[in-house]
């Protein structure tokens, strides 16, 4: 068959040949580009597997600490220091306004008083149950309930509330950093439920 030359070609045919030219010669710098690019990856990939090897963590519940604590601060109008105390007080089934005061004593910059916490409805006074007439203390029922929601968060046993009426965060007319927890919330739901899932064994 003769072949036919260039300058014999209509103008239509001569950039429907050179359109055509481009076209194989940019599929063949893709595919050179590829290659090199899995070449690259492959090396690299094998260099970090001989380097560094990544031993799963058999705890991280405090992955979303952060998250957690803010959610619980914002939901019951705690303070840092108050949550602190609370957590402290947590597993203690019975103490003293002297066992408070030297459990808190590191808190001086910020102390928060006994007096205040009851007021508060934190920690509840238990009276006349000791025979020398001193008075004892401990966690309120609805702070034990919260402080377990929180552990069971922690843990992922128990998703973040993602609605306005039980989450703070989620309402309408938040600031910028209160909508940046908001989506590591919902994450940490998504993160937690995966997680989970991957964890069943049949």
Same mark, same amino acid.
């Not at 068959?1 to 040949?17: G, I, Q």
């Not at 090199?36 to 990544?54: A, F, G, S």
């Not at 519940?61 to 402290?88: C, G, H, P, Y």
């Not at 006994?114 to 025979?131: D, R």
């Given at each position: 068959?003769?072949?036919?030359?260039?300058? !014999?070609?209509?103008? %239509? +045919?001569?950039?429907?040949?050179? !359109?055509?030219? #481009?076209?194989? $010669?940019? +599929?063949?710098?893709?595919?050179?580009?590829?290659?090199?690019?899995?070449?690259?990856?492959?090396?690299?990939?094998?260099?970090?597997?001989?380097?560094?090897?990544? /031993?799963?963590?058999?705890?991280?519940?405090?992955?979303?600490?952060? =998250? /957690?604590?803010?959610?619980?601060?914002?939901?019951?109008? #705690?303070?840092?220091? +108050?949550?602190?105390?609370?957590?402290?007080?947590? @597993? %203690?089934?019975?103490?003293?306004?002297?066992?408070? *005061?030297?459990?808190?004593?590191?808190?001086?910059?910020?102390? /928060?008083?006994?007096?205040?916490?009851? %007021?508060?409805?934190?920690?509840?006074?238990?009276?006349?149950?000791?025979?020398?007439?001193?008075?004892?203390?401990?966690? @309120? $029922?609805?702070?034990?309930?919260?402080?377990? &929601?929180?552990?069971?968060?922690?843990?992922?046993?128990?998703?973040?509330?993602?609605?306005? &009426? @039980? *989450?703070?965060?989620?309402?309408?007319?938040?600031? =910028?950093?209160?909508?940046?927890?908001?989506?590591?919330?919902? $994450?940490? *739901?998504? $993160?937690?439920? #995966?997680?989970?899932?991957?964890? /069943?064994?049949?």
């Amino acid at each position: 068959m003769h072949r036919r030359d260039l300058k !014999d070609f209509t103008a %239509e +045919e001569r950039k429907y040949y050179l !359109d055509e030219q #481009l076209r194989i $010669y940019k +599929e063949s710098l893709n595919r050179k580009f590829e290659k090199t690019q899995k070449k690259r990856i492959k090396k690299t990939t094998m260099t970090i597997r001989k380097n560094y090897i990544h /031993v799963e963590p058999k705890y991280d519940f405090l992955k979303f600490w952060r =998250v /957690v604590r803010k959610f619980m601060m914002a939901e019951n109008q #705690l303070t840092e220091s +108050e949550l602190d105390i609370l957590l402290r007080i947590y @597993s %203690e089934p019975f103490f003293t306004r002297t066992q408070y *005061n030297r459990w808190t004593m590191h808190y001086s910059w910020t102390r /928060v008083k006994l007096s205040t916490m009851v %007021e508060k409805g934190y920690i509840s006074e238990l009276k006349n149950i000791n025979k020398n007439g001193t008075t004892t203390y401990q966690i @309120s $029922y609805t702070m034990t309930r919260k402080i377990l &929601s929180m552990y069971k968060k922690l843990n992922g046993l128990e998703p973040m509330a993602v609605t306005a &009426s @039980s *989450n703070p965060f989620f309402i309408k007319s938040i600031n =910028v950093t209160n909508r940046k927890y908001k989506k590591e919330m919902i $994450y940490m *739901n998504e $993160y937690y439920k #995966l997680k989970n899932k991957s964890d /069943v064994t049949f």
